[in-house]
């Protein structure tokens, strides 16, 4: 797993688009984009990489083409404005209905910790707590995200994901999951997403995806590829680390720019699928 210059960076003044994405406007046609008056504007092109490359086109590719149009480094555009970008992008990569609740957290910086052996003792806390809440409308509930691999150095955020037999049936779980201080947050076709509110710790996500979906079986595939094999594991701790640092102030960057590691990381983990005869226990 290639790691070095995987991550995106922040830019320090003049040439804002990075190599790969030069390439990628030149196939379309764009190569010498530029955002001036007579190149289509920032959003038309990102969609037009966005429809070619799919989720390989990423938020930070908008950064730098947003940049670019102004002039100025990515790292000077304003927050209220990359959040913006990110609603957009977002909207793109997670269709479906989006923000459930009015209420948004303050700023959080990313702060990366080494892995904690109480991960998974709190993890067996809300597993019981979220059992006890759900009765028969969980089929599975599981321990994903970087927590959930020991060795594995995360944000401090215990990543729950619930299967259900009907996604859309929100009657069957919204309200208990509200009951124990997780109401819902956003929701798309693939999934739903619980927080607690801003007046509590961000300390647990709930992730709620259809029993057999490729949500389901992608959170648990990456998961248990990062469990395996160390090498994979050291590199992915590697890059979020550095992330960690380049997109501190940035939370929505920070999460994105792991993309094209989790993508190549996905195909890998189709070889070793293959050799292995995994499947998600």
């Not at 390439?23 to 429809?51: F, I, K, M, Q």
């Not at 209220?80 to 209420?103: C, I, K, L, N």
Request: glycine share 8%; with cysteine.
């Amino acid at each position: 797993m290639v790691v070095d210059g995987a991550e995106p960076r922040p830019g320090s003044g003049g040439e804002q688009l990075g190599a790969e994405l030069k390439e990628r406007l030149a196939e379309l046609g764009y190569a010498g984009w530029t955002g001036g008056p007579s190149d289509p504007p920032v959003w038309a092109v990102w969609s037009a990489l966005s429809a070619r490359w799919d989720r390989r086109i990423t938020l930070f590719d908008l950064y730098q083409l947003e940049a670019t149009a102004r002039g100025v480094p990515v790292s000077d555009l304003p927050r209220e404005d990359r959040a913006r970008m990110a609603a957009q992008v977002w909207a793109v990569q997670f269709p479906g209905p989006g923000v459930a609740t009015s209420w948004t957290r303050s700023a959080e910086p990313v702060v990366m910790v080494p892995y904690d052996p109480t991960w998974s003792t709190a993890y067996a806390d809300w597993e019981q707590r979220l059992r006890q809440a759900l009765g028969p409308a969980t089929q599975r509930l599981d321990h994903v995200g970087s927590t959930s691999v020991p060795g594995l150095g995360a944000k401090p955020v215990i990543d729950n994901q619930i299967s259900v037999p009907e996604l859309e049936d929100e009657a069957m779980y919204e309200g208990q999951l509200a009951s124990v201080g997780l109401p819902l947050r956003t929701r798309d076709s693939l999934h739903r997403f619980f927080c607690p509110p801003p007046t509590s710790p961000r300390t647990v996500h709930l992730h709620v995806c259809q029993t057999g979906s490729n949500w389901e079986r992608e959170h648990l595939l990456f998961r248990d590829y990062l469990r395996t094999l160390p090498e994979v594991r050291q590199g992915y701790r590697t890059l979020k680390q550095k992330l960690a640092t380049i997109w501190r102030e940035d939370r929505p960057a920070d999460t994105d720019a792991k993309t094209t590691f989790i993508l190549d990381a996905a195909r890998d983990a189709e070889v070793w699928v293959a050799a292995t005869g995994w499947q998600s226990a």
